[in-house]
Every structure is written in C-alpha cells, then in structure tokens.
C-alpha cells in the first residue's frame, strides 16, 4: 500500500493503540532546555523516576541566557540564574548530555541539534518547544511537547498521542532572486491562515522545496507551527545525506537503504494538498499581529484588515507597508541565526551603516559554533562596523522573558518567526521578515525591499 513519508515514519515507530483510540509512539530523541528542563527532571527525581535512557536525552541552555559578550549564568530576567543552575544540576545528576552556557557546541536547541547531527533521517525528536519542527527539513517528525510529556518521554521512550492528518503543500517552479524560504512560508500562512494546517502533519515538497540548501529547508519547517502544524517535514536526499555526514552523533555509516526510503510514495494519497507558484513570490513583511497578517513588501494592507491589529501596530489599511520607518533591527532566532542568514544579511550592510533613528540593532548567532564561523569569514566586522551589536548565541530577544527588551514604544524589523502582541517586549511592534530585508530596512531606517540592494549594488 502506497505511503506518504509521514506514514513510513509513524509506522516505524508506532508502538500501540490504545483502548481509548490513542496511539503509543516510541520516541528516539529528546532535547530539553533550561526554561523547563530542570522542572522536568526535578519532577522525575520527585516520583522516582529514572531516565530510561540518558544516551538519547539531551539539554541546552539557550532561552534565557544573556548574550552580551563575557557572559555567565547571570541573566537579564530576575530570578534567570535558577533556570540554569538547576538545570545544570538535574542534568548532571540524570547523566544528560547538557551543552551548557559556554560550552563550544552551545546555541539554540534546534541550531544545534543538526549541527551536531542529533536529528537524523527517519527518527522521531521531540522538545518543550513549539519550533521543534524546524528539525523536520531532515527527514525526521520532530514536534514540539509540554513538559509533563518530556517527562513521559524520558521515563518510557514513549509518548501518547492522537495520529494526525498528512498534509503536502507543492512549490512548483523557482524562487526569483532576493525570495527565499522565509518568504515561502510566510507566504504560505498568509493565503491560507494561521490555522490552515491544524491537526496536520505538512511536508513540503516540489521543485523549489528541493532547490533549496539545508539551511534554507530548515526555515521553511520551523514555521509549520505558524501554520498550527503538528510538524512539517521534507524528504531527505543527498543534500540531507551530505549535510549529516561526519557530525558528531550521526552514524559513521551511511544508512542508504532506509534513509533512501523515506519518501512518499508516487501514489501516497494525502489528507489535504496545496499548491503554490514559487516563481510569483516576492519578500513578505508582516504587519499585524499574527503571521498571517503578513503582504508582499511592495503590497498595500488590506483594505479589510481587522482594526485591533491595526491599532497595535499604528498602521492603517490600504497603506503600502514599504517606507513604515523602523527604529530596532533584529538578527537571529531558531529561523533565521545560521551562517547562510548571517551572510545573507551582512552582503547587504558590507560598506554601510545603518540609518540613525535605528535605537537598538542586534547580530544574535544561533550557535557558537555559526559565531566562530562567521567571525572567520569577518562577518562579524561588517555588522559592527555597520551599527549592529555582535552577541554570543542564545534565542535572546526573539521572545521578551522579563529580561533584554527594545526602547519603549519601538518598531522593529526582525527576522524571528512570530509578531504577537509584545512578543518582543511590552507595547513593542514586530515586523518579521528574512535576513536580507531585515538588513536593507536598518539601513533605510524603514521597511525596505532587498531587492533594492541585491539587483544591483548600490555605493556605499
């Protein structure tokens, strides 16, 4: 019988079903961070539970940490310090392989669990949070959980849980110069809504899904939770095989058979199926507050547009969103923080500086491991030379935990993966958008297309 790649996965590791019509799923990997990690295993130690098998348990410390330079277990966020210790205690204590704060391989947990070849083709990877799916460009069903379920997972190698639907969304044709897959997927949440794949498992497939490098694959997965995706995914291939060859945790051997398997079959019937002309894209910007309030950069809002965001936002329907002056710049995250993002944005800076009304502006890498890259290749020179603050890796003011905030009353331009109401600080309005257009608009000082940059290099 004919199976999507969602099915080959599942079935793989479906372990039972239960009298109540849940499904017992085994569990290869678990990756907890230090907001819920600590909670998690001090739980477990509580009611005498052991993790079952610490070799696939992993941690990091990455949400909360501050990323200035010179940094240690002190936090911006009152009472952060906790966070980390205790974490760093139950780890020890659970014999959790734990990349603490600076450790070489530290960084956001779904940065770095690639790049240490932790997520593999075929596995299923859960964390406590929701951008797990980002991990899901390799192959794997990886989705995020609450921490009562990493206890589950780390007690019994097993999680209980409903089967979702399949989902294909098709990019056919090719991406123009300056899109990329940030515009893919915010693209795809803006047509069809920020629930348009609730209760789904998505995979994204077509000609423009297979032109795209790793790093950009990873993007376009880890904001199927945008879309209210269980996950998304992508078929692995030589690029997947390439990428995973010689990490750490991956296998010395390459695992043809299997990992060559794990396509959907040709005949693979699937629950719902989009359909999405990748050569009409261009760079999308959000204007409201929720990723599908999200237009092409040179569109207008709608006309139709709901006031309340409207009125978060100060902005006004029917107006081009282009030209909105901008005083904050944000570069990092788990979408947007590799060395591919980084050079993306640093081509458009090279030889500039940034607007003078930008208040704040923040170069925050996904790893340590992308940060020592990129200062190899003098990336970090160009930013700082540019206006931008340099930082350790961490996922910093992607979201606002009490700690690191932008000015009061700022507009920001950030390639992060959500624009919610104070999701940036309080009363602070993000605008989400790639690298390169978070780039071209710190140095208009206003929401500015790349492609004013990238189609013929202006002088410095």
């Not at 950069?297 to 006031?307: F, M, V």
């Not at 932008?406 to 950030?414: K, L, Q, W």
Request: charged share 20%; net charge negative; proline share 5%.
């Amino acid at each position: 019988m004919a199976q999507t790649l969602f099915e080959k996965i599942w079935d793989t590791h479906h372990v039972a079903k239960t009298a109540g019509g849940a499904h017992l799923i085994a569990i290869d990997r678990v990756f907890l961070h230090e907001r819920t990690g600590a909670a998690a295993l001090s739980r477990m130690a509580e009611m005498g539970r052991k993790v079952m098998d610490p070799a696939r348990v992993f941690a990091v410390m990455d949400h909360i940490v501050d990323t200035r330079i010179g940094r240690g277990d002190v936090t911006l966020m009152k009472g952060g310090e906790a966070f980390i210790t205790e974490t760093r205690a139950a780890c020890k204590e659970a014999g959790i392989t734990l990349f603490d704060v600076n450790d070489r391989d530290q960084g956001i947990v779904h940065v770095i669990s690639p790049e240490l070849g932790i997520v593999l083709p075929g596995v299923t990877l859960v964390a406590p949070d929701s951008h797990t799916c980002t991990q899901g460009a390799f192959g794997a069903l990886a989705w995020g959980i609450g921490s009562s379920e990493a206890e589950h997972a780390m007690a019994t190698g097993t999680l209980r849980m409903a089967r979702p639907k399949s989902m294909r969304v098709n990019y056919t044709g090719e991406l123009a110069g300056g899109v990329t897959a940030k515009d893919m997927i915010l693209t795809l949440v803006a047509r069809y809504g920020a629930g348009g794949g609730a209760g789904h498992v998505v995979e994204f497939a077509g000609e423009a899904v297979a032109a795209l490098d790793m790093e950009a694959r990873m993007t376009l997965c880890n904001m199927a939770t945008e879309f209210s995706a269980m996950t998304g995914l992508i078929a692995p291939d030589t690029k997947t095989f390439t990428y995973l060859a010689g990490r750490r945790y991956a296998p010395a051997a390459f695992e043809g058979e299997y990992w060559q398997g794990l396509t959907s079959d040709n005949d693979a019937a699937f629950d719902a199926e989009f359909t999405i002309d990748a050569s009409t894209l261009a760079p999308m910007v959000s204007w409201g507050t929720s990723p599908e309030q999200t237009i092409a950069i040179n569109g207008e809002i709608p006309l139709d547009a709901p006031q309340k965001p409207l009125d978060y936002a100060g902005l006004q329907a029917g107006a081009p969103i282009a030209g909105t002056p901008v005083d904050a710049a944000f570069l990092g995250s788990c979408t947007n923080s590799r060395i591919s993002d980084l050079r993306s944005a640093a081509a458009i800076l090279k030889g500039r500086k940034i607007a003078p009304g930008i208040r704040k502006a923040l170069v925050v890498p996904g790893s340590l491991s992308v940060k020592r890259q990129a200062e190899e290749e003098g990336l970090d020179k160009v930013f700082i030379d540019a206006g931008f603050e340099w930082r350790m890796s961490g996922c910093s003011l992607c979201f606002y935990s009490g700690g690191e905030g932008f000015p009061e009353g700022s507009r920001t331009i950030s390639s992060t993966n959500r624009n919610f109401e104070g999701r940036q600080g309080p009363g602070i309005r993000t605008h989400i958008a790639s690298p390169a257009t978070v780039a071209a608009s710190a140095i208009r000082g206003a929401i500015t297309d790349p492609r004013e940059f990238t189609r013929k290099r202006e002088p410095a």
